[in-house]
């Protein structure tokens, strides 16, 4: 309910019922969960444990915080699920605009050896094309490691 509290006075009609505001709290964790599927599935594939602790990978969306119907509808989706839910179907769903967030924390990468912070740079390409590769037309992301190693994709 703390949507509602930073949101959305008592008598707002923008605020959340009890269960859409649950849904809202259990969609930020799964963003969490894909996201870790993300990590162990791809991108420890291409970089090293330590690397990949230097990184956040979670799902995300655009366009700010759906509209309070979303919440019921994604509730009545299958996979909608702690058993189920996977990032593919975040990115194959039709009810909001979801994308991958892949992003580096500076204080991370600048306690790896040099050694590292270049394998972590280098590795950038090959994180773009896993995601292309693994998601194929339903890829949606965005990585950014620095300035220079930086990208939006929406398949």
């Known amino acids: 309910m703390k949507i509602n509290q930073d949101k959305h ?3 707002s009609p923008e605020r959340y019922s009890a269960k859409q505001a649950m849904i809202q709290e259990l969609m930020e964790i ?6 870790e599927e993300v990590r162990q599935e791809l991108i420890l594939d291409i970089v090293s444990e330590q690397e ?3 990184l956040d990978i979670r799902i995300s969306y655009r366009n700010g915080n ?7 509808a994604l509730w009545e989706e299958p996979w909608f ?6 990032a593919r179907d975040y990115l194959e769903c039709d009810l909001y605009e979801f994308y991958i967030d892949v992003f580096d924390y500076d204080y991370r990468v600048e306690k790896l050896t ?3 912070q270049e394998h972590l740079m280098d590795s950038f390409s ?12 339903a890829a949606a992301f965005e ?6 190693h930086q990208v939006e994709y929406d398949g």
């Open 30 to 35: 799964s963003f969490d969960l894909a996201g």
């Open 9 to 11: 006075g008592f008598f």
């Open 126 to 137: 090959a994180v773009e094309r896993a995601l292309k590769e693994t998601y194929g037309e």
């Open 52 to 54: 990949a602790d230097c």
């Open 66 to 72: 759906p509209d309070q119907e979303f919440y019921d």
């Open 114 to 116: 040099q050694e590292q």
């Open 81 to 86: 699920t702690a058993n189920e839910l996977t």
């Open 143 to 148: 990585i950014y490691f620095d300035q220079e």
